[in-house]
């Protein structure tokens, strides 16, 4: 069964570093996002993508954060300048259809800020 | 602004037993809600998807309603077994001037014993 994959599982960083995680959604999804979740809090909504562009992105997505499909297969998301309070697991998912569909999300990145 | 609560946060049952977990939210003006499971420290698992003009979905041992009038949706696990251990979000699709919203719920963490 098709899934969605993220590497690292775990990044450990110095405060101020960028970080790039990687994603590689479900191959025939048009529609990718990013979440994240710290320890103990609820899952938040950070960003969708389609068609090489945002579609939606919350308050939390702020100018240090940005998405990226470079090439045919992977969704990237970066963190300009990591704060200690960017810690936190970061799922990445895909569906068919903006939201409406089912989303299939991969197994997370835990991000440590040092 | 939508809020997703489900209660109870935690439910300790033993093996077996038939068992509900619930989800409300504010704004009855939803797309669609979906259930997810959560083993610890891993990613989220789909479970079941209840778009806004159905009442309710099955899988399996699993059922899941809708009432958007009420603003509440329940998730129904027949015949409990310890590997329905894990914690149960729902998350709700809703649009909020144009803008696509997809909030969380705080989860609830089920451990069934055997």
């Known amino acids: 069964e098709p899934e969605v994959t993220q590497t690292p599982s775990h990044q450990v960083t110095q405060m101020g570093q960028e970080v790039i995680l990687r994603c590689v959604p479900i191959s025939n999804h048009l529609y990718f996002y990013w979440y994240r979740q710290i320890l103990g809090q609820k899952v938040e909504f950070l960003v969708s993508?389609?068609?090489?562009?945002?579609?939606?992105k919350s308050e939390i997505f702020d100018d240090q954060f940005s998405v990226e499909r470079p090439d045919g297969s992977n969704f990237t998301l970066k963190i300009r300048s990591t704060k200690l309070e960017d810690s936190a697991m970061y799922f990445c998912a895909s569906s068919d259809r903006l939201f409406t569909d089912t989303q299939y999300f991969g197994p997370g990145t835990r991000l440590t800020v040092l | 602004k939508q809020e997703v609560t489900q209660i109870p946060a935690a439910l300790s049952v033993p093996e077996g037993e038939n068992l509900v977990l619930n989800c409300s939210f504010t704004d009855s003006a939803i797309y669609n809600l979906q259930w997810f499971r959560q083993d610890h420290g891993k990613g989220l698992t789909s479970l079941l998807l209840?778009?806004?003009?159905?009442r309710e979905q099955t899988s399996g041992r699993l059922n899941a309603s809708l009432d958007k009038s009420s603003g509440r949706s329940t998730l129904y696990i027949a015949a409990s077994q310890p590997g329905d251990s894990a914690t149960y979000l729902c998350?709700?699709?809703?649009?909020?001037?144009?803008?696509?919203?997809?909030?969380f719920g705080t989860g609830t963490r089920l451990k069934v014993l055997a």
């Open positions: 209840i778009q806004s003009s159905q």
């Open positions: 998350a709700v699709t809703s649009v909020t001037s144009g803008t696509y919203k997809y909030i």
């Open positions: 993508f389609y068609n090489n562009e945002i579609s939606e």
